[in-house]
C-alpha cells in the first residue's frame, strides 16, 4: 500500500515539476503557419527546456545523489529506488541525445527566418520527434513518482539476507 504523502520530500516534488512543465511543452502544441510563428513556437520549447525542464531534471538527479549517499536508502537496497534511477538515467539520455537535438535545431537565427519555410519538412519531424520522447518522459515521470510515494519493494533479497 502507498506511503502517506505528507511532507513529501524534494526528490518527489522535482519530477512532479519536471512532469508539470513537460506536459506544458507538450500542451502548447498549436499548428504555426508561417516562419515568424515557426520561430516563435521553437523558441518557446527552447526556452521551456533550457530554463525550466533541464534544472527540474538536474534537482532530480542531484537530490537523488544525495539521498542514495547519505541516508540508510543506498542506491541498490531497495528495489524501488534501482528502478527510480534507471527510469531517471533513460529520461536524461533521451532528454538530451534525442529530444535535446530537435529542440535546438528547430531555432535559427531571426535574420534566418526564411529558412522555416525551406526546412519544413525537418521542422516538422523535429516537432514530432519532440512530442514523442516527450509523451515517453512523462508517462516515466509519473511511474517514478508513483513508485516514490508506493515505495512498492521494499529491500533486495541480497539486503534481505544481510539483514537477517
Known amino acids: 500500500m502507498c506511503e502517506s504523502i505528507e ?4 526528490s518527489v516534488r522535482c519530477p512532479l515539476g519536471w512532469r508539470a512543465i513537460g506536459m506544458t511543452a507538450l500542451l502548447t502544441w498549436v499548428s504555426p ?6 520561430y516563435m513556437y521553437a523558441l518557446t520549447l527552447k526556452i521551456i527546456d533550457d530554463f525550466l525542464i533541464i534544472p527540474g531534471a538536474n ?3 542531484v537530490t537523488g ?5 547519505f541516508t540508510p536508502w ?6 524501488w529506488v534501482a528502478l527510480k534511477w534507471v527510469f531517471t538515467l533513460f529520461m536524461m539520455a533521451s532528454g538530451t541525445f534525442l529530444m535535446g ?3 535546438n535545431g528547430n531555432v535559427y537565427p531571426p535574420e534566418r527566418l526564411a529558412d522555416y519555410a525551406v526546412n519544413a519538412d525537418a521542422y516538422w519531424d523535429n516537432i514530432s520527434q519532440t ?3 516527450g509523451i515517453i518522459q512523462v508517462v516515466c515521470l509519473m511511474l517514478v513518482v508513483v513508485v516514490s510515494v508506493c515505495k512498492p519493494w521494499k529491500k533486495t533479497i541480497k539486503t534481505e539476507r544481510k539483514t537477517n
Open 7 to 10: 511532507g513529501a520530500a524534494l
Open 33 to 38: 503557419s508561417g516562419e515568424h510563428e515557426m
Open 59 to 61: 534537482g532530480c538527479v
Open 65 to 69: 545523489l544525495l539521498y542514495s549517499l
Open 74 to 79: 543506498g542506491f541498490f537496497k531497495h528495489r
Open 101 to 103: 537535438p530537435c529542440v
Open 131 to 133: 512530442i514523442f520522447w
